[in-house]
Nanobody
Framework: QVQVVESGGGLVQAGESLRLSCAASGLTFSAAMGWFRQGPGKERDIIAA????????YYSDSVKGRFTISRDYAKNTVYLQMNSLKPEDTAVYYC?????????????????WGQGTQVTVSS
């Protein structure tokens, strides 16, 4: 049984940093992974993705240059390092995984989802 669990969210001030972790258990082989977020009254949007091999990365324009996605195969964990946080980064952050695809920035391509972790950035 596959489980995806996010951690690391919290309340920070603008300009500070957070690192989110996403542990995916039950996956025999590496999976395509993505980070999405959903702000109040907004749709769930992709912000970062990493391919199964780690060779392909994607960042949305809103986080490019500030966020970094990475993965540790030994721990079956994907990280999202978030620097220079802004109030508009406030959202619930979701991690997604799928072992059928190599890489995707589309939510519907991902089979497994975490429960989400809240990130709140105060001004």
């Amino acid at each position: 049984q596959v489980q995806v669990v996010e951690s690391g969210g919290g309340l920070v001030q603008a300009g500070e940093s957070l690192r989110l972790s996403c542990a995916a258990s039950g996956l025999t082989f590496s999976a395509a992974m993505g980070w999405f977020r959903q702000g109040p009254g907004k749709e769930r949007d992709i912000i970062a993705a990493i391919s199964r091999s780690g060779s392909s990365l994607y960042y949305s324009d809103s986080v490019k240059g500030r966020f970094t996605i990475s993965r540790d195969y030994a721990k079956n964990t994907v990280y999202l390092q978030m620097n220079s946080l802004k109030p508009e980064d406030t959202a619930v952050y979701y991690c997604a995984a799928d072992r059928r695809i190599t890489f995707s920035t589309t939510a519907r391509d991902y089979e497994y989802w975490g429960q989400g972790t809240q990130v709140t950035v105060s001004s």
